[in-house]
């Protein structure tokens, strides 16, 4: 690394919380394998590297501890209690997979098991991983009542305390619903087209990143080329 620093950092951490979607959720946890919490149960994570972000750490650790892959993950919180973790200053960042059902799994790496648990008989959690549970539940509640009915709700109050009339949607993906705002009578110029995305927990995204927009506007002609196909006095 090129620069060195008087002042103490903290170290960084990664956990991931897997639950499944079933009608009693069950939830992932590997048994430690080493020192501290040694023989108890945890999130799969771990110490991110320098050359990763957080949210692809706890990706990674999740496949080493377990050999489960998830491509996507939702960012829980980060926990930063100063005596969470008795080996130093540790911050972590602990995040939300949810899958249809239990999948195998088995302790790798420094995990000696990995199981799984129904969320009504969980054993108790080595550091703040009790902390993390209860914020997780939260947001899985939050993730199964989100509709696209709701969604549009956030969307249309989102666009009127923003100015604009309209909120169309534009297309769907991982959970994602992403909306067009437009403006009543004449677009506003701002240099792109103004297109938001609302998160499986009812956060409002607005979209900077210039290829996700194409691709959601993309979505939206082509909702509207099949839409008004055999109906050519529809406009």
């Known amino acids: 690394m090129p620069y060195t620093y008087d002042y103490p950092r903290p170290a960084v951490t990664a956990d991931c919380v897997v639950m499944t979607k079933e009608s009693v959720p069950h939830v992932l946890l590997i048994e430690r394998g080493n020192d501290p919490f040694k023989g108890c149960w945890a999130f799969p994570g771990g110490f ?7 949210e692809h750490c706890a990706i990674r650790e999740l496949k080493e ?70 914020d997780a539940i939260v ?17 249309e109050k989102f666009a009127k305390h923003k100015g604009f009339d309209i909120t169309e949607l534009c297309a769907e993906k991982d959970g994602y619903k992403y909306y067009q705002l437009m403006w009543n009578p004449q677009p506003k110029y701002t240099g792109h087209p103004n297109v938001i995305k609302i998160a499986p927990t009812g956060r409002v995204i607005v979209l900077e990143d210039r290829e996700e927009i194409y691709w959601a506007v993309m979505q939206l002609n082509k909702s509207r080329t099949k839409s008004n196909k055999n109906k050519p006095w529809e406009h």
């Open 48 to 54: 991110m590297d320098m050359d990763e972000t957080t």
């Open 65 to 134: 501890e377990t050999g489960l892959v998830v491509e996507k993950v939702l960012q829980i919180g980060a926990y930063s209690n100063v005596d969470r973790d008795p080996r130093g200053r540790t911050v972590s960042v602990a995040y939300l997979a949810v899958i249809d059902k239990p999948v195998d799994v088995t302790g790798q790496d420094d995990a000696a098991k990995a199981q799984w648990f129904p969320i009504d008989a969980l054993p108790p959690l080595a550091f703040d991983h009790e902390d993390i549970m209860n």
């Open 139 to 155: 947001m899985y509640n939050q993730m199964q009542s989100f509709s696209l009915e709701n969604s549009q709700k956030i969307a």
